[in-house]
Each structure stands twice: as structure tokens, then as C-alpha cells.
């Protein structure tokens, strides 16, 4: 089904238009979203390492992250996304999967962080060393450091086989000028971005774009690195939240983000086993229809 940009438009401000009764909407299955560029499936729950998995040498602190991870797959995930920027975070990834071999679909995802070329084509070197691994399925220039140097020699290793998609990050609503130009005038498979239910600067522009230009979006910050529960704290669950299978804020918080159509996939991170439960949960079960998204936007302004 194609979305045209006035239709994505009114379906971000909650506008209910029939003709956008997406299958995803009563969805008793995990909800599994396209990548516009192949075509091909993957879990709307993803899950980030930045901080959360920063733990350095201490196997004490490695070991809930290895299960952390090891539960991720077993309920499904396969995006796990990382940086060279979040400390020892890929290491502790590596690490992991020495312990317990991942699934076959692990869709390992980092980025090149740097605003040299030489030292952007170690850091990438490393990166395979550290994930322990010959392909990453989404390589990211992150935060559009050297971005035009950096894109053509990602480009470079996905023909070799060594990537299977290439992207460009960015995040606390920085530079979407610049990023909006590149998902215009480059060949990208994704963009990760910051959306959640107050950071709502991307439905005008960015959204639409990626719908228009078959680009796939990774949200980061769903929950503003935890504020978001900060500023909900005291706040009773809503009535309607029930009706969308939603037992806490963080699944409300969640449905809201990958129900959007232009949304492929959403990456909270925890370092918590019964918080990786809850976010895991979110992907099952009926999603917000466009209705219930002004509500959900009414009710959290109100907040
Ligand atoms: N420019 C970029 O490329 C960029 C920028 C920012 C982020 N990112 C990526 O996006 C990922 C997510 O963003 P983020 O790490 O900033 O923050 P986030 O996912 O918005 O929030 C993480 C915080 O929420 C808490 N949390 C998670 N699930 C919870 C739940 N069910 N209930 C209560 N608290 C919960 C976590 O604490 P617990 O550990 O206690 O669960 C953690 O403190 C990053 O890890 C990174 O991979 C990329």
C-alpha cells in the first residue's frame, strides 16, 4: 500500500481516514514491519546498548547484559544498535555473543563516529572485530559525522556483501535540515531519528519524506533516555490503554512510536530483564489507530 504524504500528515496529527486502516491496526501477532528498500520483514522491537551496555572489563556487570541480550532473542528481537561512541557497549556485544551463539537473523547494527576518513575505516575494521562478525545489517554514519565521505565507502562494503543496509543517525531533533537533503539527494536504506510522544518534530517533515523516498526509520530515544517516565510518574494509566493491551507507560509510550507507517523499527534500551519484557511486550497485540493517537497526544500534553 502506498502512503501519500498528505495522507502520512494527517495520520501523524491522528486524523482517522479509513483508506489508512493499515494491516498492522488489531494486529494479534508481533508487529512485523517492511524495510521499504528490499522488502523484507523484521520485529518493530529493537533494542540500544547506549549506556545500558557500557558496562567496561567487569564480567558481574557483562553477565545481565549477556542475558538481557540472550531474552531479546528469545522473544523475537533482532536489531540491537550500537556506536563506537557508546564506550565498551560493542565489546560487551562481542562478548555476549562468545558466550551464547545469536540467531541467524541477528541484525547487528553500528555506526562509523568520526570526522576523519582514515581513522573512520579503523574504526570500522574494529567494530567487525569487536561484534566478531563479517556483516552488520545496518551500518550508520552517526549523527552525520563526514558524512559525505563516510556514505560512499559504506556504500562500497554493502556491494562487497559486508553490510546489508547503510543509514545516517542524528538525534535530539538535531540537523534535520541537513538530513532531510540527504534522504532527497542520497541512495540510503534508513535514517534513525529521535520520536517519542513529546519529540514529535518528525511527522511534518522527516516522516513523510522517508515514506516518500522508501527509506526505513529507526527511532531512538523512545523514552527520551528515561525523562519520559520521569514527567508520567504519579499518572494513573488511561482508560483507553486497555483497550490497546497496554499494562504500563513504557507500552503506551512504544505503541505510540511504531505505530506510525513511516516507523520501521524502535530501539529502548534497558539494561533490565523485566524492562526488556515490557518494551518486548509492546510489538504484540492491537496497535493505537489514528484516533486514538490524537487522544494519546492530547492526553500526554495534558500531562
Ligand atoms: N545519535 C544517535 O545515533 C543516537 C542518539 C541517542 C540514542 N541512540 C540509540 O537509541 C537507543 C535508545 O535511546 P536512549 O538509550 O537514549 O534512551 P531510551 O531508550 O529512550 O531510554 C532508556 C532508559 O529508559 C529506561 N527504561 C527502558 N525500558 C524501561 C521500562 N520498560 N520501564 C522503565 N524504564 C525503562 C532505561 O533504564 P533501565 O536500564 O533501568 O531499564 C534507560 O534508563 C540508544 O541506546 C542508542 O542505541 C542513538
Not at 549477556?66 to 544498535?81: A, I, K, N, T
Not at 574494529?126 to 545496518?138: A, E, R, V
Not at 527511532?219 to 494509566?237: H, K, Q, S, W, Y
Not at 529502548?268 to 504484540?284: D, G, K, R, V, Y
Request: charged content about 20%; proline content about 6%.
Amino acid at each position: 500500500m502506498t502512503i501519500s504524504r498528505r495522507q502520512l500528515l494527517q495520520y501523524s496529527s491522528g486524523i482517522a481516514l479509513q483508506s489508512l486502516a493499515l494491516p498492522l491496526f488489531a494486529s494479534e501477532t508481533p508487529a512485523l514491519k517492511t524495510i521499504p528498500s528490499t522488502g523484507e520483514k523484521i520485529p518493530s522491537m529493537g533494542m540500544g546498548t547506549w549506556i545500558t551496555f557500557n558496562v567496561g572489563d567487569n564480567t558481574e556487570l557483562r553477565d545481565p547484559r549477556c542475558q538481557v541480550l540472550s531474552r531479546f532473542f528469545e522473544l523475537g528481537g533482532r536489531m540491537v544498535d550500537s556506536s563506537p561512541m557508546y564506550g565498551s557497549a560493542e565489546d560487551v556485544l562481542g562478548y555476549c555473543e562468545e558466550k551464547k551463539s545469536a540467531p541467524d537473523n541477528y541484525f547487528r547494527t553500528t555506526k562509523v563516529w568520526t570526522s576523519s576518513d582514515s581513522e573512520g575505516r579503523t574504526q570500522i575494521d574494529n567494530s567487525y572485530q569487536l561484534w566478531k562478525t563479517n556483516q552488520f545489517g545496518l551500518y550508520q554514519v552517526h549523527n552525520l559525522v563526514n558524512w559525505k565521505n563516510h556514505l560512499p565507502y559504506l556504500q562500497e562494503l554493502k556491494a562487497q556483501g559486508k553490510i546489508r543496509y547503510v543509514g545516517i543517525s542524528t538525534s535530539h531533533g538535531r540537523r534535520h535540515g541537513d538530513l532531510a537533503n540527504i534522504m532527497e539527494t542520497q541512495e540510503i536504506d534508513f535514517v534513525q531519528l529521535t520520536y517519542n510522544l513529546e519529540d514529535r518534530e518528525v511527522e511534518e517533515k522527516l516522516l513523510p519524506l522517508a515514506a516518500d523516498r522508501g527509506i526505513g526509520v529507526v527511532v531512538n530515544r523512545p523514552f527520551r533516555r528515561g525523562g519520559l517516565f520521569d514527567r508520567l510518574e504519579g499518572t494513573p494509566l488511561p482508560d483507553w490503554a486497555q483497550s490497546i493491551g497496554c499494562k504500563n507507560m513504557a507500552q503506551i509510550m512504544l505503541k505510540f512510536i511504531i505505530s506510525h507507517p513511516a516507523v520501521t523499527c524502535a530501539i529502548p534500551a534497558t539494561s533490565q530483564l523485566a524492562h526488556l519484557e515490557e518494551n518486548m511486550a509492546a510489538q504484540h497485540g492491537p496497535m493505537p489507530d489514528p484516533q486514538l493517537r490524537t487522544e494519546m497526544i492530547n492526553w500526554f500534553n495534558q500531562t
